[in-house]
């Protein structure tokens, strides 16, 4: 699958969300726990050897799960191989919380849901659909589930 | 660099629902001298990815573009209806398409323009705010807003810590409505008294419990009597807590309906 790889490595030198050195291993066997400069943009997370300006890789964070392992170890992995497991070893088990809670809001699922969400309740308590404001009310993506294509 | 194309291509063809789709030309990569070459693709626009399949029925996507960092332009291209995908990256290419009609340009230029990320999450940041407000105004306000109900589910009046409103909402200049109880406006303002000098709001209303009847009639404002027992506060404001919260109010009402149902009520 071919994909514009200039433009996730130019969305990977932006300003992270989070980022922090994490030893972490991909699902090869062995499954080696490197550390790793880990780096949340949006909805991808990226992984660089410590020293280097470009990613070795990305993980794109939709319909993936986030697992807290055992101290200080939390896993991601994707709906269609759970086995396959992404470990990433923190330094605390507060850090280890912390980046649960970030990658389980990092989806633009995640963002869509919210958005639909805070857009009712919104309507509920005053009456008025926050998105006219904007031109946006009859956008496909913010319509509840049952309403889209 | 790797990309976990796998599960990337597997959340392209999975059953959850495209923000847009439809069949386009792309410009084919190779820069030809004399003239460009197209190729008619089926393009499924998911959050901000963009992938193009060969066929409407492949099971793979051929490609995928990353929709962060980038315009949308009408473009003149030799070809009607087309249109560009832009990066900031200078010397980075562009990717132009060609839809079949003004309309599905017009659609196409729409949905990929609102397509990104970051576009997402400043609307979501911008209702948590005026989510966030209306909790504040409510919990600020002498008595709790209601909205007169012209539906035919009449409140019980007698209830006399409740006070019937205006029937049409005032629109404040921020852009939303809220209901004008007597003299005070909720939706962030504070109560004035007839000094004209402002004055910290009032103490919340005591709480108190309300007959299962007119629980009834207050979902129609919104509030459930347990809501108002224990206001929203400020800490309550996050997504998932507020989710939860107010995923009683509607096991309640759920529970009334079912209660309903069996006895017949329609």
Redo the contacts between chains.
């Keep these: 699958?071919?994909?514009?790889?200039?433009?996730?490595?130019?969305?990977?030198r932006?300003p992270a969300e989070k980022a922090a050195e994490i030893r972490m291993s991909v699902p090869k066997k062995g499954n080696v726990l490197k550390k790793r400069l880990v780096k949340l943009v949006?909805?991808f997370l990226f992984y660089f050897r410590t020293d280097e300006a470009?990613?070795?890789?990305?993980?794109?964070l939709?319909?993936?799960k986030i697992t807290k392992e055992e101290e200080n170890i939390f896993s991601i992995s994707?709906?269609?191989?759970p086995e396959r497991k992404y470990c990433f070893e923190c330094a605390t088990e507060e850090q280890c919380q912390e980046w649960v809670e970030a990658l389980k809001r990092a989806s633009?699922?995640f963002?869509?849901r919210?958005?639909i969400?805070?857009?009712n309740?919104?309507q509920?308590?005053?009456?008025?659909d926050?998105?006219e404001?904007?031109g946006?009310s009859e956008?496909?993506?913010f319509q509840l589930?049952a309403h889209?294509? | 660099?790797?990309?976990?194309?796998?599960?990337?291509?597997?959340?392209a063809t999975?059953d959850?629902?495209?923000?847009?789709?439809g069949f386009l030309r792309k410009q084919l990569e190779r820069h030809h001298h004399h003239g460009t070459s197209y190729q008619r693709c089926w393009f499924v626009l998911?959050?901000?990815?963009l992938f193009y399949f060969e066929e409407r029925e492949s099971q793979?996507?051929?490609?995928?573009?990353?929709l962060?960092?980038?315009t949308v332009e009408l473009c003149e291209a030799a070809e009607e209806f087309a249109f560009a995908i832009r990066?900031?990256?200078a010397g980075?290419r562009a990717y132009v398409l060609v839809a079949d009609g003004q309309a599905a340009m017009e659609a196409w230029v729409?949905?990929l323009s609102?397509?990104s990320?970051?576009y997402?999450?400043l609307?979501?940041r911008?209702?948590?705010k005026?989510?966030e407000e209306?909790?504040r105004s409510?919990a600020a306000c002498c008595k709790p807003p209601r909205?007169s109900s012209s539906s035919g589910r009449k409140r019980h009046l007698s209830n006399p810590a409740l006070q019937p409103l205006q029937e049409k909402?005032t629109t404040l200049e921020n852009?939303?409505?809220?209901w004008s109880i007597g003299g005070c406006v909720a939706?962030g303002a504070t109560c004035t008294d007839h000094d004209g000098g402002q004055m910290k709001p009032p103490p919340l209303p005591p709480r108190r419990r309300l007959a299962a009847s007119s629980a009834i009639g207050s979902q129609a404002s919104?509030l459930s009597p347990a809501m108002l027992e224990s206001p929203v506060s400020l800490e309550m404001i996050c997504?998932s807590k507020?989710?939860n919260w107010?995923g009683q109010e509607i096991a309640v009402l759920r529970r009334e309906w079912q209660e309903r149902q069996k006895r017949g009520h329609p």
Excluded: W
């Design positions: 699958m071919r994909y514009n790889e200039r433009e996730l490595l130019s969305l990977a932006q949006v909805n470009e990613p070795i890789g990305a993980l794109l939709e319909h993936c994707f709906i269609e191989e633009y699922e963002l869509r919210s958005l969400f805070y857009r309740e919104i509920k308590m005053t009456g008025k926050p998105l404001q904007y946006i956008e496909a993506r589930r889209r294509q | 660099m790797k990309l976990n194309e796998r599960s990337v291509a597997h959340y999975c959850s629902p495209a923000d847009h789709t998911k959050g901000n990815l793979e996507p051929v490609g995928l573009v990353v962060e960092g980038c990066f900031d990256d980075a729409k949905a609102r397509a990320f970051d997402m999450r609307v979501v911008e209702l948590e005026q989510l209306a909790c409510l909205r909402p852009g939303y409505s809220t939706g919104g997504f507020l989710h107010y």
